[in-house]
């Protein structure tokens, strides 16, 4: 390995520098995803012991199994309605705040304040806050009985779960947004509007275009994330029910594995549910980020 | 004028503005009222250093930036309070502004799909424009696969193609190389030629006010230092400031005491021959300081440049800086010490205390003074 680098003379010491984490990387991420592959051929016993080589079996099972396909269901319905909507949000709030209206100085940083709150406490909060008792929707049921009851009414519990992830996903898309948004210069804003363009002609001609690879950014990873990361609000707020109605893939996959005990299982749709997501991305990598011009 | 020219020609429109003023609040007053007319079809350079307001000036005429108070006329009607679309005004940006985004038939007709106007009639006009600016082998090009003086045209392109009657550029030169300035600037001249329409082009550079300027309007601090022709202002400047800012190198500024019958330096050399009495800036231009043996001035001779033409001597008199260009092919001794003499018709006298040009200082036949040399 030769470096063009006088800085880095010496092969080793870049290697030296890297490993720490790379260590880190292979044994936190790749062992585990290969072992969640290797598991997903095999039996295996709930409490260690031997296990059995099975072929494709594990997949077979999961595969008929109708609830695998009903929380898939759930998944993608969940992929597109939350991470569309965390996107869209957070954009119309950047446009806003980037526009200088009235409060937008400290509105941009109280936007922020949610990142540094961990998904179990939104969980938490947001149960409180959509509580059908002592919440936010308290007064509606008071009105109309019954109208609101996560509890009972799966597609209520849904709409929270679905609440909470855009709720906590504002701070980050809106950042990256925003960010994207103060880097277009102030004249291309005066050369559309001497070209005519009011304010908003300038948001579709100028700023989408402009931001693209800022909103791409936030798209792949919102959909990837959505994917993975609902499980610590599903498991505060809704813990999969009523009825399963918001047990998501990710989710079923903890219940199968640790409250089945069906490890097997659950490395098999491990296995599915990453492979899933890998091709997402590619997907979009293909289809929606080689059309963006990343040059200003 | 080619069928191209006058299909592009737009009816000039007078700017007139009358106590227009800028002020972000009671204390930062960037223009103070200013009344000024620009004739349709006149190419007016606004002039001045960075912070003068000049810019502030072209974006309050475009709508970019409200006014404070006073009123902007644009071919006869009353702009002031209109949006930049409505002012019929088109602007070319320092830094282009083209939209990185859209190819460069697109960022010239983007105006035009804003308006309205059908894809045929789109396509015909950015054709005739891109033909008048050579740019018809480019318009399938994003502007980043662009050179610095085809940027430059394109954002010209896009001014031009709604015919507007006022063509206003900030800066648009200053990101060019000495070469492509130089180049742009002839084309930009000819350009003007073409279309006629009133046209205000802001600049600091001096080279460029006088090369394109039919008048120039001088900015200090806000305020309308001199707005005349070129010439004018080259062999008449108002005040020091003007004089100090027009010609490369500047203008020499000399403090004087007149004693009643000359005007000396500190150290009591007479440098003029005057009546009046009192504390003068006197100044003289470098190209018309006459170096030689037998000149009753004494300098010291500090730096001397030779620009192969000419040469620039950098010389001390009596502890203040005077600059002297030598005529093509003279060659002076490269002795310490210069004897010069200052040529009384090309001398310029300026108040003590305002730095106002005193009109007709030094009797001079009228004569001496039409034959004048133009420097350029």
Known sequence: MRSDSSLFSNRWLPILLVTPLMLLIVLFFYVPVFQAFYWSFFLEQPFGG???????????????????????????VFMLSASSLAVALPLILAIAADRKIRLSLPARNVLVWPKGVAGASIGVVFAFIFNPFVGLMAPLNQMFPGIWAPGIDGTDAFLTLVMAHVWSGIPFNFVILLAGLRSIPHTMYQAAAMDGAGPWRRILDVQLPLIMPQLFLTLVLEFTESITSAFALIDTITGGGPGGSTTLLVYKIYVDGFRGYDLSGASTQTAILMVFVLALAACQFAFIGRRINYER | ????????????????????TKAYDAKTVVIPPMDVVLRPGE????????????????????????????????????????EPKHRGCAMVFQNYALYPHMTVAENMAYSLKVAGVSKPDRALRVATVAKMLG?????????????????????????????????????????????????????????????????????????????LADRILILNKGRVEQFDTPKVIYHHPASVFVAKFIGAPPMNILDVTGDGTALRLADGQAVARST???????????????????????????????????????????????????PF?????????????????????FDGETGMAIADAFEEPQAVRQSVKVHL
């Open chain 2, 1 to 20: 004028m080619t069928a191209i020219d006058s299909a592009i020609r737009a009816a000039a429109a007078q700017i007139e503005l009358i106590g227009v």
């Open chain 2, 43 to 82: 190419f007016t350079v606004i002039l001045g250093p960075s912070g003068c307001g000049k810019s502030t000036l072209l974006q309050m005429i475009a709508g970019l930036e409200r006014v404070s108070g006073g009123k902007i006329i644009l071919g006869g009607r009353e702009v002031q309070d209109l």
């Open chain 2, 276 to 326: 009046r009495t009192g504390r003068f800036q006197l100044g003289i231009r470098p190209e018309d300081v006459a170096a030689g043996p037998g000149g009753p001035i004494t300098a010291t001779i500090r730096y001397r440049e030779d620009l192969g033409s000419h040469e620039i001597i950098e010389a001390d008199l009596c502890g203040q800086q005077l600059r002297i260009a030598t």
């Open chain 2, 135 to 211: 740019l018809a082998d480019y318009l399938e090009r994003k502007p980043g696969q662009l050179s610095g003086g085809q940027r430059q045209r394109v954002a010209i392109g896009r001014a031009i193609i709604r015919e507007p009657g006022v063509l206003l550029f900030d800066e648009p030169l200053s990101n060019l190389d000495a070469q492509l300035r130089h180049d742009m600037r002839i084309e930009l001249a000819d350009l003007h030629r073409r279309i006629g329409a009133t046209s205000v082009f802001v600049t600091h550079d001096q080279v460029e006010a006088m090369t």
């Open chain 1, 50 to 76: 031997s296990s059995e080589f099975v072929g494709l079996d594990n997949f077979r099972r999961v595969l008929s199994d109708p609830e695998f396909w009903k929380a898939g269901a759930r998944t993608i």
């Open chain 2, 329 to 349: 092919g003279a060659e002076i001794d490269a002795s310490s010490t210069l004897s010069l003499s200052f040529p009384t018709v090309r001398l310029h006298l």
